[in-house]
């Protein structure tokens, strides 16, 4: 199978907290792995991306981290601001390429 | 200066009824994408075409049709639309080998079937 596992699939937190949100994928020739933020009523946009040769990324109060050896990646926001709500994907390039699968999405609150 | 814009922005028909919704991307991009975005947010992948030619097709019904004429469109046809069709369509784009960079969406087309 191809799945992406996302979890939680809500968090809530207050503002100036982090959020943590965990993904595991199963198709272990994935090598590639953005996460995207969809607010209420507009398109997912990329916020954060990870390839395989690659253990951590970071920008700014955003980073990434991939253990390819278990195939799990995770999204840590640090100093949490209420314009961080929405809802967070993460995905997995199959191995075959040319298509994305997504996790199911973590809605998150940052409540001020 | 869109970078993927697809029409319409909604769509409300009937059942039974036949629709088309376009996509165009202006990044230069060879691979296009149709996703699907449940009620439940879930997004899943319908079809794939890398230069004009079809990748994935996701066991989509085949009421549903893409096509591309050129590799900056990908517009996607639905015959006899029925109410489980209702949902929100994203078209993207990406580049690279099997589209392995950020894919770009267009803002979603809300499709309802009443």
């Known amino acids: 199978g191809e799945n992406v596992e996302q979890h939680p699939s809500t968090l809530s937190v207050q503002e100036g907290d982090s959020a943590v949100i965990k993904c595991t994928y199963s198709d272990s020739a994935s090598n590639y792995f953005p996460w995207y933020k969809q607010e209420l009523g507009k398109r997912p946009q990329l916020i954060i991306d990870?390839?395989?040769?690659?253990g951590e990324k970071k920008d700014q109060r955003i980073a990434v981290t991939l253990n390819k050896t278990a195939k799990h990646f995770s999204l840590h926001i640090t100093e949490t601001q209420p314009e961080d709500s929405a809802v967070y994907f993460c995905a997995a390039l199959r191995g075959s390429g040319y298509a994305l699968n997504f996790g199911k999405g973590t809605s998150l609150l940052v409540t001020p | 200066d869109t970078a993927v814009s697809q029409t319409p922005k909604y769509l409300v028909t009937q059942m039974g009824n036949d629709k088309s919704i376009k996509c165009e991307q202006n990044l230069g991009h060879d691979t296009m994408y149709w996703y699907k975005q449940d009620s439940k947010k879930f997004l899943k992948i319908m079809f794939s075409y890398n230069n004009k030619e079809l990748i994935i097709n996701e066991t989509v019904p085949n009421r549903f049709s893409p096509k591309s004429p050129d590799k900056a469109h990908l517009n996607l046809h639905i015959n006899s639309l029925e109410l489980g069709d209702s949902a929100v369509y994203f078209c993207a784009s990406s580049q690279g080998v099997g589209g392995s960079t950020e894919a770009f969406f267009g803002q979603g087309t809300r499709l309802t079937v009443v």
């Open positions: 990870i390839r395989s040769n690659v």
